[in-house]
């Protein structure tokens, strides 16, 4: 009975309740509750195996001066403990921490001394990191590293030569006008000398300086016989910023050989030409000489045929030829100042002709023992005087003997003549 009543009071007490939360939900009045409702504040954990690796802290871009030393941590989304670290394409002294991934670099000024590394040069750097259990777990990406120097290292200008240098006159001067590049390099080269002078154009870094030292460049007034050029090679870069290097060029006198060698071949074809005229004068003699001697000869043969011819005639029986050969004999005799007035002796003629070939055996000994030995012939000047005086001294010593031109002779017929056995036995020295 105490149950029944019981069960009806709760069925009455919910009729009521949801006869007044009705009416307040229709009622436009009634204030809402402003209390938050409480959220659970533990996440779900999702599964690692779902999330995607990546590198959460990696710089795309290092830029470290030399002599710095680089410590970079690379962070990852999972659990590191299960990760290894990797670098391929590194350069030099790069390093990473296989088990946390730790960069470590010191940048020593070593590297770049011995070429392994260079300054202002981008890098490509690939780094990995792998799940030791899962081989497709795994990412790779790249980054960059750039090297830069802070001490400002000057370029120079450095000729291939040492910076005094010693040449003669008509020697050529030849040298390359490089440049040590520092920092910032030379972009122009600027040519300055205290004298004027012809040369190569030099604008900028390995260009050529060729400079061909011309004959009579040392005036009679220098000191000494020697003329200093002073070069300057002004280098500048971007900056203006300026290097000079000077070379000191000593010219001394020298011979100019060009010209010595042309005068001393003009005074050989000189010496030429008179010892072929002298051949045709000497031609001339001794064909005088030869005639003289051919017509002397005629008469005494003629004297002495006469005079032989009268002998036998007057032993003659016949009293006529015996008057004729008592006559002939006189008539012999008679020849001889007629030969005296129609062909007299030229012994001065001979004599002439004897000097004229000596003088020329001399200059065709003094042409053989004063030859050119190669183009620059240290004697050249002492052998061209040499044939100069000699040939002087022929000159005046056959003053007195008409030089003619050869006209009607050629060089070959006019030696043949001279060289002959016949003529060299007639005018060969007798003991």
């Not at 390359?176 to 000398?193: H, L, R, W």
């Not at 008469?299 to 006529?320: M, Q, Y």
């Not at 030859?371 to 005087?385: H, N």
Request: proline share 5%; hydrophobic share 40%.
């Amino acid at each position: 009975m105490l149950m029944n009543r019981f069960g009806k009071a709760i069925i009455v007490v919910t009729i009521l309740i949801c006869y007044f939360a009705r009416a307040e939900a229709q009622d436009p009045h009634h204030r809402a509750d402003t209390l938050q409702k409480s959220i659970d504040s533990i996440p779900v954990v999702p599964d690692s195996s779902e999330i995607v690796l990546r590198i959460k802290n990696l710089n795309p871009y290092f830029t470290l001066p030399v002599d710095s030393t680089l410590i970079y941590k690379l962070e990852i989304n999972k659990n590191p403990d299960k990760y290894y670290w990797y670098l391929r394409n590194t350069p030099v002294g790069l390093r990473i921490n296989k088990d946390n991934g730790t960069l470590t670099f010191k940048v020593e000024k070593s590297y770049f001394l011995s070429g392994r590394l260079k300054y202002d040069q981008e890098y490509k750097v690939n780094v990995g990191v792998q799940n030791l259990d899962d081989p497709t777990d795994r990412v790779d990406t790249v980054f960059s590293m750039l090297f830069y120097n802070t001490e400002i290292i000057p370029s120079r200008v450095k000729p291939s030569v040492s910076s005094v240098l010693t040449v003669e006159e008509g020697d050529t001067v030849a040298f390359k006008v490089q440049c040590d590049y520092g920092s910032f390099p030379i972009e122009t080269i600027t040519f300055f000398a205290n004298l004027p002078m012809k040369t190569t154009t030099i604008k900028k870094c390995d260009d050529d300086f060729i400079w061909a030292v011309p004959f009579d460049f040392v005036k009679e007034t220098d000191s000494a016989k020697v003329r200093i050029v002073n070069l300057s090679f002004v280098g500048s870069n971007k900056f203006s910023v300026r290097d000079t290097a000077v070379v000191r060029i000593i010219v001394k006198d020298a011979l100019n050989y060009p010209l010595a060698v042309q005068e001393y071949n003009t005074q050989v074809r000189v010496m030429n030409t008179y010892s072929m005229q002298l051949k045709y004068a000497f031609l001339q003699l001794d064909k005088s000489v030869k005639r003289v001697k051919s017509t002397r000869t005629t008469f005494d043969i003629t004297s002495s045929v006469t005079a032989l011819t009268g002998s036998i005639l007057v032993a003659s029986s016949d009293a006529n030829n015996k008057q004729v050969g008592q006559v002939m004999p006189s008539v012999g005799v008679t020849l001889v100042p007629i030969k005296e007035a129609v062909a007299p002796q030229k012994v001065s003629d001979q004599n002439q002709a004897s000097l004229v070939r000596t003088s020329i055996k001399r200059l065709e000994y003094i042409l053989r023992e004063n030859p050119l030995v190669g183009e620059r012939d240290p004697e050249i000047a002492r052998k061209t005087q040499r044939l100069k005086e000699e040939m002087k001294a022929v000159q005046v010593q056959l003053i007195d003997i008409p030089v003619l031109d050869v006209n009607d002779m050629t060089e070959e017929e006019l030696n043949e003549y001279f060289n002959s056995p016949k003529v060299n036995k007639k005018y060969r020295l007798k003991r």
